[in-house]
């Protein structure tokens, strides 16, 4: 399977870090009430990153990873080429 680790940019400019199968389905149930309890005090605004080609469990160590991350190193990987949110040919 081909899980995905994204991060999403919410309405009070906070990051939010998962994975997902699907992130279109995500970002969606993030919007309404199947998303995570994060997402009760805000609201999910766009996908700012994306990574795939993970199994379960190493998307799960890189979610975990990035979430340790200070906020300007996620800023970094946002704005990195392996983001396929900006067209990266690994998506």
Known sequence: ??????I???TDNS???GITLDINRR?????GVLGAKYFRGRK???VVYLESGHNRSS???REAAIKKLKRAEKQVLVESVIN???GSPHS
């Open 59 to 61: 998307a799960s160590k």
């Open 1 to 6: 399977m081909n899980w995905q680790v994204y």
């Open 15 to 17: 990051l939010y870090t």
């Open 84 to 86: 396929e949110v900006n």
């Open 44 to 46: 999910p605004q766009q």
């Open 27 to 31: 970002l969606s149930e993030h919007g």
């Open 8 to 10: 999403i940019l919410c």
